[in-house]
């Protein structure tokens, strides 16, 4: 048997096998993908989590993490809201 004849085989086969495999990767994403968004909940992206138990940067991420989301504190985001107006500033906006 040729090289020319065993190349040309591995051909023909990869030919025919691009489309089972192409569907097969599209229904392992359709299948897998409601065990993706579940991955959230039980990843720990906190400054802390990358950190060494033992330095101190530990301590003051968790300090700071318990300040943010302690008892009494309700949990907020920062917002920048930005308001337009086609004719320009009126002198109450400046004062705003």
């Known amino acids: 048997m040729s090289t020319a004849a065993s190349g040309d085989r591995l ?3 990869l030919r025919r096998l691009r489309w089972p495999v192409l569907i097969a990767w599209v229904i392992a ?3 897998l993908n409601p065990l993706a968004s579940g991955l959230s909940r039980v990843t720990n992206d906190t400054a802390s989590a990358y950190l060494p138990a033992a330095a101190p940067s530990t301590r003051v ?3 700071q ?3 943010r989301h302690g008892p009494g504190q309700p ?3 920062t917002v920048v809201v930005l ?3 086609g004719s320009g500033l009126t002198a ?3 004062a705003t």
Do not use: H
Request: without cysteine; aromatic residues 10%; charged residues 25%.
């Open 29 to 31: 994403i359709v299948l």
């Open 83 to 85: 308001f337009t107006r």
């Open 75 to 77: 949990q907020t985001d």
């Open 92 to 94: 109450a906006d400046l």
């Open 61 to 63: 991420a968790e300090l």
């Open 11 to 13: 051909a023909v086969w």
């Open 65 to 67: 993490e318990a300040a």
